[in-house]
């Protein structure tokens, strides 16, 4: 365990002004992603929409890291470059999703348990020996009636516990994503208890489990009204119960925070980072790590055309751009008019 390494990459996927990409959706998430616009999800295609993204000019200065899939980190540029050295080279980290997903939770009517722990020391060596300095794994909390229970919180809290425990053995920095979804006819109230719960469950075990803080980055879903309930907080409501769940439940020790889109619209997404990270003595910087909210323009853009690559690459630019101010609080929406 090389805990030089580890500290240095945390650092730097925090770095001021830069968040995380998340490029990681697994083949069935693409399959959906992809025939929204009318693309047919092949190994070929979806190599050339993450090359899209990667080689995008100019995208370092807002992006620190990004998370690769399996299939990705083996696959390689147009010039034949692998994409994790191609990105090492750029000052980008190469990240790994290391999760097989989430499965029906025995037992537990409509919850889920996140498998992949079987191997999973080997194939972190593996995943090193490619380029990946740091992992990711996938918790998903349902919020329904009843749920989620004690059972479904502690299952995954030990899962992530162990995950990260095997990342930092292995010098890569575990990015740990105990995702409470925004989908349901719940209040911001209970959204809110929810994740308190999760964060408490979470850190409980990583402690139990002697993860080091220093060496972890939180993925943490923002406390949000729920997708179907009838008030959806605003931007300052959503930013101030976030930050004050974090606040109550993540160790000061931990070198930063990062979140996910969830679903949220790219504009909500944006402004809710910003309003949160304008927020002053926090004692850790918060930032993005995006899938849909950094890439559904540049997806909508390329269509699946080669003719639409430089105009998709564009709009991937302007995301990370914006995204890249809000992670300091300094973005406006009037910034979004402008072109990059
Ligand atoms: P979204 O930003 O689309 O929620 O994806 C982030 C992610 O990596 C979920 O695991």
């Not at 009517?109 to 996140?114: A, S």
Request: hydrophobic letters at 40%; glycine letters at 8%.
């Amino acid at each position: 365990m090389d805990q030089t390494l580890l500290a240095t990459t945390a650092a730097a996927m925090v770095a001021k002004g830069k968040g995380i990409l998340a490029a990681d959706e697994s083949s069935g998430t693409c399959e959906t992603r992809f025939k929204s616009v009318g693309v047919e999800c092949t190994e070929e295609n979806r190599r050339i929409y993450r090359g899209l993204l990667l080689t995008t000019p100019g995208v370092e200065q807002f992006v620190s890291g990004v998370i690769l899939f399996d299939e990705t980190i083996r696959q390689k540029t147009d010039d034949g470059v692998p994409f994790a050295g191609y990105l090492a080279k750029k000052g980008i980290i190469p990240g790994i999703k290391v999760d097989k997903g989430a499965q029906a939770l025995p037992l537990c009517p409509g919850e889920k348990v996140t498998e992949g722990l079987d191997g999973l020391p080997k194939r972190l060596d593996e995943y090193f020996r490619l380029g990946a300095r740091f992992a990711k794994w996938r918790a998903v909390i349902t919020i329904g009636d009843a749920i989620p229970t004690h059972t479904c919180l502690y299952a995954n809290a030990h899962a992530l516990a162990r995950y990260a425990a095997a990342c930092q053995e292995a010098s890569i920095v575990p990015v740990i994503e105990p995702e409470v979804l925004l989908d349901g006819a719940h209040s911001i109230e209970r959204c809110e208890e929810v994740t308190e719960a999760a964060l408490r469950a979470t850190y409980a075990a990583l402690a139990a489990h002697n993860v080091a803080f220093e060496h972890t980055i939180l993925k943490a879903s923002m406390v949000v009204s729920g997708k179907s309930h009838s008030r959806q907080a605003g931007v300052d409501e959503v930013a101030e119960r976030s930050v004050r769940v974090l606040k109550r439940t993540v160790p000061a020790a931990q070198p930063g925070v990062v979140f996910l889109s969830g679903g949220q619209s790219d504009a909500s997404a944006t402004a809710h980072l910003n309003a949160m990270a304008a927020m002053k003595g926090l004692p850790w910087p918060l930032t993005f790590s995006y899938s849909r909210a950094l890439q559904n323009p540049a997806l909508k853009t390329w269509k699946g055309q080669s003719g639409n690559i430089v105009a998709a690459q564009k709009a991937f630019h302007h995301r990370a751009r914006m995204n890249g101010l809000a992670c300091q609080g300094k973005w406006k929406p009037e910034l979004e008019q402008q072109a990059a």
